[in-house]
């Protein structure tokens, strides 16, 4: 089966519609593997296993972010929208996730427009912080918790922005005529990485947070993308499918020392660190997937045989 992200016909556009010409973003989700929803008892983030905030289609077929245990226990589906919402992003302390969506239509038209949204980690007091007639989607959330990098193309191109965690003064960080997308924050918050087709491929490159010195790290003809930083700051993971389909790598922050983790076979996408830096989450074939750092110990978390699981974002 393919990868959602082939399946939406590539790496879509920043919109809240199918992309007509496939790009490297992984910016909106979408695929068609059918449902039976979760049917655990909603419960805390658990004592022992943690837990992921992540995407389902489990509900009416349209993508909602969900919460599990990382041992695949007490899922509970957090926003109820009949829009998609997806790519969630944890604030430092856990206590709120950021969001994208689709719900709002863009003025004068009839096509859903991305949005960032924040909402509390028990469901509550959504707010939508950014209302551009543009879209904006990726959010990342700084390690101190008062900036939300971001991705918008109200400047022609998807670029990478920088707002206040509460969605006042919004800067632009890139200025490419490519396009710069899905920003993530290094630990200690000096540096983001993102990926970028400036170079007629999409490579994951690192920039200083205010966006000067943009290197790319990873110099490889396939397609790199999904970069994750670990917690320590060493390291960077990241699928790719240099190794034919899709697989999940790490190399170091610099872009030395790359690491195959998982086996091609069947797409394996979008690694997040466990809180530790000893393990990673990621998504296959519509389920959620947890792997030691040196690539052993693979568990599989859900077991959905026609809902798609995705994105999994383990909880500080």
């Known amino acids: 089966m393919r990868s959602w992200t082939e399946r939406r016909g590539g790496y879509g556009a920043t919109s809240g519609a199918q992309p007509a ?6 910016l909106f989700v979408a695929g068609l593997v059918g449902a039976a929803c979760h049917k655990d008892t909603p419960t805390g983030p658990g ?41 969630p992003a944890w604030n430092p302390d856990g206590t709120k996730i950021a969001f994208q969506s689709n ?30 007639t543009t879209n904006e989607a990726q959010p990342a959330w700084s390690p101190d918790g008062t900036k939300i990098a971001f991705v918008s193309d109200r400047d022609g191109n998807n670029e990478v922005y920088l707002m206040n965690a ?3 003064g919004v800067t632009r960080l890139t200025t490419n005529l490519t396009a710069d997308e899905q920003p993530a924050w290094s630990p200690d918050g000096t540096r983001i ?19 000067t010195n943009p290197a790319n790290v990873t110099n490889n003809a396939a397609t790199d993308v999904g970069p994750a930083w670990s917690p320590d700051g ?3 993971a990241f699928h790719s499918d240099r190794a034919g389909d899709f697989a999940i790598f790490v190399m170091n922050a610099d872009g030395s020392g790359v690491r195959q983790l998982t086996d091609p076979s069947v797409p394996d996408e979008l690694p997040a ?8 989450a990621f998504d296959s074939d519509g389920d959620l997937w947890v792997i030691q750092a040196d690539g052993s110990g693979l568990t599989r978390v859900t077991h959905s045989q026609f809902t798609l699981d995705f994105m999994p974002r383990w909880r500080p």
């Open 234 to 236: 060493t390291k960077i």
């Open 21 to 26: 010409a496939p790009r490297f973003v992984l």
């Open 273 to 280: 660190w466990s809180p530790e830096g000893n393990r990673l």
């Open 103 to 132: 719900r709002n239509l863009t003025p004068g038209g009839n096509a859903s427009q991305l949005d960032i949204y924040v909402i509390n980690a028990d469901g509550t007091g959504e707010t939508r912080l950014t209302t551009d």
């Open 193 to 211: 990485a993102f990926v970028s087709d400036r170079t007629g491929n999409a490579e994951i490159f690192v920039m200083n947070a205010d966006g």
């Open 47 to 87: 004592a022992g296993p943690g837990q992921f905030a992540f995407v389902s289609d489990a509900r009416l077929g349209q993508y909602d972010i969900c919460l599990i245990n990382t041992d695949g226990s007490g899922f509970v589906q957090l926003t109820t929208s009949l829009a998609d919402d997806s790519w």
């Open 166 to 168: 509460d969605g006042t």
